[in-house]
């Protein structure tokens, strides 16, 4: 079965068998062909298992020297892809992000995604401590996140406490789907376009999509 295919059907199934490791490297497969699941569950344990400390601080302070923001080519899309990601140690806020959250989940750290408008970060669920893996694992408390608010952000968007909810998987691997669909679009990549459709059909939260998916099925044919 085709990496888009079974990343629909992980998502569409049970909720309880959804992980996000293992629906980022088929995302990742969908557009690559090589399917490096071990590859990424051996590399995010090995991280883990760098943590002196199963906090916030600790799995950050394990990525700092490893991996930082993609600031050369930005819209690589690679930047995308997990398994890329952890070799190339670059990445878009929200693959980092997706690291940070894998690191906690091994360490029973409660790291979750905050999508900010622009930006993505992550926060200690069980404390006001954010984190952010894009510019150098920084780590604030509430007050220095509003402080930074407009610099993380840019111009145009108020700060809303509504913006620092958690997100969950499924909202995650959409939000990073939809950058996906921003570069291929400009790209007119039909065969990319194609995994796009099969992979944002397994949302039924994307259901009014469908007719667009349909145009590009037929465009690849």
Do not use: K
Not at 4 to 24: I, Q, Y
Not at 149 to 176: A, C, Q, Y
Request: hydrophobic share 45%; proline share 6%; glycine share 6%.
């Amino acid at each position: 079965m085709e990496p888009a295919v079974r990343f629909a059907a992980l998502v569409s199934g049970p909720p309880h068998a959804m992980r996000l490791d293992l629906a980022c490297a088929l995302m990742s497969a969908a557009f690559t062909g090589e399917y490096q699941h071990d590859r990424i569950m051996s590399t995010l344990d090995d991280l883990a298992a760098m943590c002196a400390e199963r906090s916030l601080d600790g799995v950050l302070s394990v990525m700092r020297p490893r991996l930082t923001g993609a600031r050369d080519d930005y819209y690589d899309p690679r930047n995308s892809f997990l398994d890329e990601v952890l070799v190339r140690g670059v990445g878009l806020p929200i693959t980092l992000s997706v690291v940070a959250i894998e690191i906690g989940r091994r360490l029973e750290v409660p790291i979750v995604g905050v999508g900010l408008p622009s930006h993505f970060i992550v926060r200690d669920a069980a404390a006001d401590r954010y984190g952010d893996p894009f510019n150098d694992c920084a780590q604030f408390d509430r007050a220095g996140l509003v402080s930074r608010w407009s610099r993380l952000v840019g111009e145009g968007h108020p700060f809303d406490e509504l913006h620092l909810t958690p997100v969950d998987d499924r909202t995650i691997l959409i939000r990073m789907l939809n950058n996906l669909r921003a570069l291929y679009l400009r790209r007119n990549e039909p065969r990319s376009m194609y995994a796009l459709s099969v992979m944002r059909g397994g949302f039924a939260e994307l259901a009014h999509e469908a007719p667009q998916h349909a145009r590009w099925v037929r465009h690849l044919n």
